[in-house]
C-alpha cells in the first residue's frame, strides 16, 4: 500500500527566507503526486502536481517541487517566503494505472511565517 | 469559489444523532470524493463515487453511507453519532475517476456534543 509521509508537522520561517517543506512516498510504482495548501476555514487548493515528464514542476504563487524517484521524495519549495503563505500544506500521492482513483495525503505541515 | 459547494457548513448535534452532509460537484465532473478532516487522524479518505457508481471506498465506518444521484450531487450520511465523529468532512470532485486533480469544497464543520 502506498503512504505518503510529510517530515516535520509545523515549519517556521521568517519573511524572505526560503520555505523547505518535505515529502516521501513509498510505493512500488512511481505515483502521480500532489500538493496542496489549506488557508484557514477553506477547503485545499491545488498548488502543483507532478505527473510524467520534467521533474522540476512550478505552481502557483512562486512555489516549486522536484520529483526525485532515487529518493522517492517531492518536497516542496519557495525561494522567499511571504506572510500570506502562512497556512497548511499536503503532500498528497495517487497511482495512474488505477480505476479507483483516490489521493493518499500526508499528516500535513503547517507553515508559520515571522515578521 | 472553488465551484464545489458543501452544506451545511456548521452543524451542531448531540449523540445518536443523524446527519446528512450535501455536496454539488463542480461543473463538468463525475467524481466526487468524501474525505474527513480531524486533528488526531489527518486528512483520511472515505469514499469515491464516479456518475453515480461507488469507485472506491477508504476508511468509511459502517455508520456512515453515500450516494450519488443522476444530477452528480453527493450525500453523506452519517448516523449513531458518537464524540469522535466530530470533524470537518470534504467533498471534492475531478473530472474522471482517474488520477487527477480533486477540487475540494469548504467543507462542513460537524461537532457532535
Known amino acids: 500500500a502506498q503512504s505518503v509521509t510529510q517530515l516535520g508537522s509545523h515549519v517556521s520561517v521568517s519573511e524572505g527566507a526560503l520555505v523547505l517543506l518535505r515529502c516521501n512516498y513509498s510505493?512500488?510504482?512511481?505515483?502521480?503526486l500532489f500538493w496542496y495548501v489549506q488557508y484557514p476555514n477553506q477547503g485545499l487548493q491545488l498548488l502543483l502536481k507532478?505527473?510524467?515528464?520534467?521533474?522540476l514542476v512550478k505552481g502557483i504563487n512562486g512555489f516549486e517541487a522536484e520529483f526525485k524517484k532515487s529518493e522517492t521524495s517531492f518536497h516542496l519549495t519557495k525561494p522567499s517566503a511571504h506572510m500570506s503563505d502562512a497556512a497548511e500544506y499536503f503532500c498528497?500521492?495517487?497511482?495512474?494505472?488505477?480505476?479507483?482513483?483516490?489521493?493518499?495525503f500526508g499528516d500535513g505541515t503547517t507553515l508559520t511565517v515571522k515578521p | 469559489d472553488s465551484g464545489v459547494t458543501q452544506t451545511p457548513k456548521h452543524l451542531i448535534t448531540a449523540t445518536g444523532q443523524r446527519v446528512t452532509l450535501r455536496c454539488s460537484p463542480r461543473?463538468?465532473?463525475?467524481?466526487v470524493y468524501w474525505y474527513q478532516q480531524s486533528l488526531d487522524q489527518g486528512l483520511q479518505f472515505l469514499i469515491q463515487?464516479?456518475?453515480?457508481?461507488?469507485?472506491a471506498k477508504g476508511n468509511i465506518l459502517e455508520r456512515f453511507s453515500a450516494q450519488q444521484f443522476p444530477d452528480l450531487h453527493s450525500e453523506l450520511n452519517l448516523s449513531s453519532l458518537e464524540l469522535g465523529d466530530s470533524a470537518l468532512y470534504f467533498c471534492?470532485?475531478?473530472?474522471?475517476?482517474?488520477?487527477?486533480?480533486?477540487?475540494f469544497g469548504a467543507g462542513s464543520r460537524l461537532t457532535v456534543l
Open positions: 463515487y464516479y456518475n453515480g457508481e461507488e469507485r
Open positions: 461543473s463538468g465532473d463525475l467524481s
Open positions: 498528497a500521492a495517487e497511482l495512474y494505472n488505477t480505476n479507483a482513483g483516490k489521493s493518499t
Open positions: 510505493s512500488s510504482v512511481p505515483p502521480y
Open positions: 507532478y505527473t510524467t515528464g520534467a521533474t
Open positions: 471534492a470532485s475531478s473530472v474522471t475517476s482517474g488520477a487527477n486533480v480533486l477540487t
